[in-house]
């Protein structure tokens, strides 16, 4: 299920296609959710998809209120916990407040700023620079879904519960892009990306959603942001984050 009835920034019909259709190529089933969340329409699904929820329009003063009320935040819960499993995106500033109230659900915390590495908000991960850990995501079940290199295009922080696995582990050195203070290390690893279980269920919060899909930059540059960004394995890593979802792991 792929949610576009809270406002959502990325839809499958604009920003967030190209994911929609590398899962359809895969194999997956994608069925877009208009309406509110409830037990028997979450019920049908195996895993929801939530990109950039938010309280009202964009453009709206009080678009970082919560995204989902407090009923369909219970029942989202409820549901992973059974055995469901939840991919959360969140961009940095109105979409992490938004989204916040869900995160806090499953013990993860948004810190809501555009987040720096090395000056800039355009995060390479490798193993080289110790920020792409191992997990079965980054290592897909089979050598050929090895995910050696992901670029992060402007996203925020996260800091994850003490069982959570931060496989887009930001540095010491990382902070805010407003500030020019020391790292944004807050009592423990924070990330760009973290998969959880939690109940019978399974959880992937990411801090950025150009990741996983594949746009230009505004003119004049025109450059590639996302999934079509060259050298990168951002489309693989999209691909091991559903897979994780559906249990499909080694």
Do not use: C
Not at 209 to 217: C, G, I, N, V, Y
Not at 219 to 241: C, E, F, R, S, T
């Amino acid at each position: 299920m792929f949610d576009e009835a809270h406002f959502n920034f990325h839809t499958t019909t604009n920003r967030y296609k190209p994911f929609a259709d590398l899962l359809m190529n895969d194999g997956y089933r994608v069925v877009v959710n208009r309406q509110p969340f409830t037990k028997k329409t979450l019920d049908t699904f195996k895993i929801v998809v939530i990109v950039n929820a938010l309280g009202n329009d964009v453009d709206e003063a009080d678009a970082d209120k919560p995204a989902l009320s407090d009923d369909e935040t219970t029942l989202l819960r409820d549901w992973v916990h059974a055995g469901g499993s939840l991919l959360l995106i969140a961009d940095a500033n109105i979409f992490a407040k938004a989204a916040s109230p869900l995160a806090k659900q499953f013990g993860v915390e948004m810190l809501g700023s555009v987040v720096e590495e090395a000056n800039s908000s355009d995060i390479e991960y490798t193993q080289a620079n110790q920020r792409l850990m191992l997990h079965s995501i980054t290592q897909g079940r089979v050598s050929e879904d090895r995910v050696n290199r992901v670029m992060v295009f402007g996203g925020q922080a996260l800091k994850g519960p003490a069982d959570s696995m931060p496989f887009l582990r930001l540095t010491e050195s990382a902070k805010p892009a407003t500030e020019n203070g020391d790292g944004a290390k807050k009592g423990g690893d924070l990330a760009q990306g973290l998969a959880l279980k939690f109940g019978g269920g399974r959880v992937v919060v990411l801090g950025n959603a150009e990741m996983l899909t594949a746009l230009l930059s505004d003119p004049p540059k025109k450059d590639p942001i996302g999934m079509n960004y060259p050298n990168v394995d951002n489309k693989q890593l999209a691909l091991n984050i559903m897979h994780w979802l559906s249990l499909l792991t080694r």
